[in-house]
């Protein structure tokens, strides 16, 4: 019989110890990537529920979730489009009603970016103009013309 001896890079008659030394260093390794992986996830999570709160509150004006990552997947930013509808002369009041919902659509989050608060006024804009529009179709009509 015979014995043949392996050498393995660091490992001798003391590596038991140097094994036991990388094991620690191992799993500090792989604690430090999971505390990482965690806040990673747990960044994701934060902008998913800032813009799922954008696209409950739309209906049907929202458009898709999406979430924006850097190269190592890290979330740094997200956005729902919402369709912000021209005034509607013929029916002003689906417009007031589309405009609340803009509004309410874009102060969903508990914690509004400044785009937020941007097309929350782009909404209140839409809103005023919806409600001057009934305004003037409440007087339509209601005028007496004398010329005639």
Known sequence: MFNVGFSYPGISQQGQANQGQGAQNQNAQNSQQAKWQEAK?????????????HKNAAGSLGGN????QD???WA????????IPGLNTENPEETREQALTVIKSAMAPSDPSGQDYKV???GRALLAAA????????TVGNKLDISA
């Open 65 to 68: 979730i999406v979430i924006e």
């Open 71 to 73: 190269s190592n997947g």
């Open 41 to 53: 996830q747990k960044r994701y999570n934060e902008v998913y529920q800032h813009e799922l709160a």
């Open 76 to 83: 740094y930013g997200g956005h729902v489009n919402i369709t």
């Open 131 to 138: 409600n001057e529009q009934i305004e003037k179709n409440k």
């Open 120 to 122: 929350a006024g782009e």
